[in-house]
């Protein structure tokens, strides 16, 4: 057993829904949450700088001691888990692997769509993961830039015709591909996941990053005899780089509950 | 006679269009730009990163000892401009005292539209100088706040359904109140313009800010004496906080040439 917390960051609060996650399947774990909304978006950036910031908001969080790190960014994930992994003498969770895994053994027809930011896109890491899983796979990857903006505005629900216009715009070649199975590559998509299942229909089955993240993290603290006592109520610290002004609203969005925390803002340029 | 540079920034490459203008104006003039494309877009941040962000911007410039500073950015001219004034022993041009002056001359009926970051129309920054200059007149104000990452995405061209759509949103009210002056309170708009014109149709005069601020940043300099020699051939140098791979292109969209001086990319968290 171990009472050390999960440290859990992202550019923005897109990651909250993986916490939302972490928190269901694991309630007894203390959670501290890094929203670098200050800086944010990521996925547009270069290597250089996302992985100048994910070093930063490592080491913001591991002030915390934490037993484990999830990078529940795509962006971050795609392109800077290796040296973060390297660096920490901790577990360090990635939304890749578990996604790609959970994409493979969705898939029947083996034709599998990807969307993420352009950093992600870029990256190609998710089609090296699956190549090795389940040789073979054809992945349809799409960089979708604007959604990420359109989240953050909270312009994500049906009927908003921007981004019923934006979602129809990037998952027409998706869709054409005849893919059964999608991979949001970013925490923020689920939050437009219900404008996204209607435009692709029932046949594609869709996977949730941040979800799959957090199942693969509980599995394996499990398996290394890091879970918390059971009967511990977890409890779950935000922190952002910006002011904490909006924080409340937009996070119950994420979280699809209110936030039971309190939430501060650091400076994270000081980390 | 002042051969010094004049300095000017912006969040990101939007800055460059009055760049343009102001190379235009004063081909003999040195300019050093810098743009913050490691932290782009700014309009969407509280007023404390904003000014957090924009004295870094300053201090780099400052290290060109320049005689002026162009803040070629919408959102830090209606944010920061009276910190940045305050805290700099040289003259200090932001956009939105030339745009007002613009849109009170332009405007016959006296309703006059402002389009703008959120918080750039959060500041009320641009009611407050034309109730003075032009008392009575009518401000019918929308935040945009998905036009920056649509132009920073190069989707501003007629014919993108997407930039249609969401440009058809946003001024919808602005063009519902009559207004026969609108000012684009963003150096990004100007290449949205042809878009924006055509859904405002002819009777609606655009107010290009960085074009504005330039003619107003020539008047002031000449009126000072801080003009540099006439023959001069002015030398521009770039520079932006994430990398330089992908600035020329485009830099050469925004600036409508290509780019003649070259680009380095610095660490602005160290100003």
Not at 172 to 184: N, R
């Amino acid at each position: 057993m171990d009472p050390r917390p999960i440290g859990v960051f992202d550019s923005g609060l897109g990651g909250l829904t993986a916490v939302r996650e972490l928190a269901r399947l694991m309630p007894e774990e203390d959670l501290v949450y890094f929203g670098d909304t200050g800086r944010v978006p990521y996925g547009g950036r270069s290597r250089d700088i996302l992985v100048r910031y994910a070093r930063q908001d490592v080491a913001f969080l591991r002030t915390f001691r934490p037993k484990a790190i999830v990078i529940a960014c795509g962006t971050v994930s795609t392109t800077a888990l290796d040296v973060l992994q390297a660096e920490n003498d901790v577990p360090v969770f990635g939304v890749v692997e578990p996604a790609a895994h959970a994409a493979a053994r969705l898939t029947r027809n083996g034709r599998v769509g990807l969307i993420g930011t352009k950093a992600s896109i870029r990256s190609g890491a998710y089609e090296r993961v699956l190549a090795r899983l389940r040789p073979g796979t054809q992945v349809t990857a799409r960089a979708c830039p604007l959604l990420v903006p359109l989240v953050e505005d909270g312009r994500s629900s049906p009927g908003d015709p921007v981004a019923e216009t934006v979602v129809a715009e990037y998952l027409a070649p998706v869709k054409a591909a005849g893919v059964d199975a999608l991979i949001l590559g970013c925490t923020h998509y689920p939050l437009m996941r219900r404008i996204i299942s209607a435009y692709m229909g029932p046949q594609a089955a869709l996977v949730d990053v941040g979800e799959q993240c957090a199942r693969w993290a509980k599995e394996r603290l499990e398996r290394d005899g890091l879970r918390n006592r059971p009967g511990h109520t977890g409890v779950h610290r935000y922190f952002v780089s910006d002011s904490t002004e909006d924080f409340s609203a937009l996070a119950s969005v994420f979280l699809g509950e209110d936030v039971a925390g309190g939430v501060e803002q650091i400076d994270i340029t000081a980390y």
